[in-house]
């Protein structure tokens, strides 16, 4: 990471010059057909970005968690495709107009940074759904996605690596180019072979080697 603490500190707290909302989940933050109209940092919770397919199914893009800025490309570049933000948790975040983001940015490039770091992150994430979708298998293909979150969100437990955020057999899906029938269909096949257990929407690997080695 190339940001430093005090130059992440010194970011947040320009955020929280700002105006403090809280979200239940399942809120909207930025609502469908709605455009963004202020840059979002959240302190606490979940974030899921998304959009509607042309089939009017909803696409997973990204779960955003604490101390990550939102829509952050709309932020530098004013360009944002219809994307909405829906809270996947209880939820707290800072909300500033973007004329003062990137006013701060101008004035301070020392918290130039932290954004760094983030837009690396939000890069790296991609690219790995980008290969994630070259493995030729649906079964590859979800293990891969599900390593990928364990990686991100991921606790070590008794049980197993738990995915701490609430995953839908249809964001499943739309994330590793499936229906949402064939999703399910693996799901059910790892958690029979012993590999992965499902409850209320969240996943715990069982076997994390074993499921490494089918890649």
């Given at each position: 990471m190339?940001?430093?603490?005090r130059?992440?500190t ?14 239940k989940?399942g ?12 840059i979002?940092y959240i302190?606490g ?5 998304y ?5 009017g ?7 955003r ?11 530098i570049?004013?360009q ?12 707290i975040v ?8 990137l006013?701060f ?18 890069y790296?994430i ?7 979708l070259?493995?030729?298998?649906v ?9 990928t979150?364990?990686?991100?969100f ?8 738990v ?6 057999h ?8 499936a229906s ?11 958690e029979?072979k ?5 409850k209320d929407?969240f996943i715990?690997?069982?076997d994390?080697?074993k ?5």
């Amino acid at each position: 990471m190339l940001a430093s603490d005090r130059q992440v500190t010194a970011l947040v707290n320009q955020f929280k010059e700002g105006t403090r909302l809280t979200y239940k989940k399942g809120e909207y933050i930025i609502r469908p057909g709605e455009a963004p109209s202020a840059i979002f940092y959240i302190e606490g919770g979940l974030v899921k970005a998304y959009n509607i397919s042309k089939y009017g199914e909803e696409n997973l893009l990204i779960i955003r968690k604490e101390h990550e800025i939102f829509p952050l490309i709309w932020a530098i570049t004013g360009q944002e495709r219809e994307i909405i933000y829906q809270a996947l948790a209880p939820t707290i975040v800072w909300r500033i107009s973007p004329q003062q983001y990137l006013t701060f940015l101008h004035n301070h490039p020392a918290a130039l940074p932290p954004l760094l770091d983030m837009v690396t992150e939000m890069y790296r994430i991609h690219s790995e759904r980008l290969l994630n979708l070259e493995y030729r298998t649906v079964r590859e293909r979800l293990i891969s996605f599900l390593i990928t979150m364990s990686n991100r969100f991921g606790k070590e437990t008794d049980a197993g690596v738990v995915i701490e955020v609430p995953l839908r057999h249809q964001d499943i899906a739309s994330s590793i180019n499936a229906s949402r029938e064939t999703a399910s269909r693996e799901i059910s096949a790892l958690e029979r072979k012993g590999l992965i257990s499902s409850k209320d929407t969240f996943i715990v690997l069982k076997d994390l080697p074993k499921l490494q080695s089918y890649l």
